[in-house]
């Protein structure tokens, strides 16, 4: 059964830094395109990030271009996301997502909560 | 970047009932369209890809239909589990993915 387990998110003031992790298990991770989307409160859905399997080629929403960094560890089953420069419309729940043959997002996580805040 | 575009926003259906939801993008996307259901407090779960090909394990109330522009998803004789949001997304032209704003299906 594929799994994903988001954690990292809490509060933080606008500015600041935070680091989110996406353990996967129940499928080989290092076969696939992973992602990030995040959702606002009371809001739609918003990609964020992408990178492929190897972790070579990242990809960037242009609202998060130059601040967020999308990493991988295939050898420890886990997605990242390094958070910097938050900002308060950074507030979110992100969720993080397995990508199937397309880009289409097969699974998803539960997401874990970020609010920046002062 | 490709906007996707749903209608209506809210959909107000009695169980039993069909319900068809629209999702337009501002540019060709071939059939490279998915869509998702989200019910509160959950995360999104994919129901077809590819416009019209149900995702493992939906049941086959749940139909996609269109290419180019146009598509549609039809849920025929809503039962009390399928009252939730719906959100199309295009993954013709990428980055960015984009997603259409959903369009919540309540019941009437």
């Known amino acids: 059964e594929v799994q994903l387990l988001e954690s990292g998110g809490g509060l933080v003031q606008p500015g600041e830094s935070l680091r989110l992790s996406c353990a996967a298990s129940?499928?080989?991770?290092?076969?696939?395109?992973m992602s990030w989307v995040r959702q606002a409160p009371g809001k739609g859905l918003e990609w964020v990030s992408g990178?492929?399997?190897?972790?070579?080629?990242?990809y960037y929403a242009d609202s998060v271009e130059g601040r967020f960094t999308i990493s991988r560890d295939n050898s420890k089953n886990t997605l990242y996301l390094q958070l910097n420069s938050l900002r308060a419309e950074d507030t979110a729940l992100y969720y993080c997502?397995?990508?199937?043959?397309?880009?289409?997002?097969?699974?998803w996580g539960q997401g874990t909560l970020v609010t920046v805040s002062s | 970047e490709i906007v996707m575009t749903q209608s209506p926003a809210t959909l107000s259906v009695s169980p039993g009932e069909r319900a068809t939801l629209s999702c337009r993008a501002s540019?060709?996307?071939?059939?490279?369209l998915a869509w998702y259901q989200q019910k509160p407090g959950q995360a999104p779960r994919l129901l077809i890809f590819?416009?019209?090909t149900r995702a493992t394990g939906i049941p086959a109330r749940f139909s996609g239909s269109g290419s180019g522009t146009e598509f549609t998803l039809t849920i025929t004789s809503l039962q009390s589990e399928d009252f939730a949001v719906y959100y199309c997304?295009?993954?013709?032209?990428?980055?960015?993915?984009?997603f259409g704003g959903g369009t919540k299906v309540e019941i009437k």
């Open positions: 997502a397995k990508v199937g043959s397309d880009y289409f997002l097969v699974y």
């Open positions: 129940g499928f080989t991770f290092s076969d696939y395109v």
């Open positions: 990178i492929s399997d190897s972790g070579d080629n990242t």
């Open positions: 540019q060709s996307i071939s059939s490279n």
């Open positions: 590819g416009a019209s």
């Open positions: 997304q295009q993954y013709n032209n990428w980055p960015p993915l984009t």
